[in-house]
């Protein structure tokens, strides 16, 4: 992934993360804002790992 695909991956949730400044408490912010970035680090994750990464038998050995 190079810089204009992160920054377009990133964009994506923009929104979600300018929605936090209407949260009424700081602990809402918090918790809200902790979702957002496990997503988005788990969607990050899957698109750098890429879907050739994952086998059919996860137990099998790669060589």
């Not at 204009?4 to 408490?25: D, R, V």
């Not at 602990?27 to 809200?32: A, F, P, S, T």
């Not at 990050?44 to 050995?61: A, D, F, H, I, P």
Request: negative net charge; charged residues 45%.
């Amino acid at each position: 992934m190079n810089k204009e695909e992160f920054l377009s991956f990133a964009e994506g949730y923009y929104k979600e993360l300018e929605s936090l400044k209407e949260a009424p408490t700081f602990y809402d912010y918090e918790k809200d804002l902790e979702a957002i970035m496990r997503k988005m680090s788990c969607e990050y994750m899957e698109k750098q790992l890429g879907e050739g990464s994952v086998t059919e038998n996860r137990r099998k050995k790669k060589r």
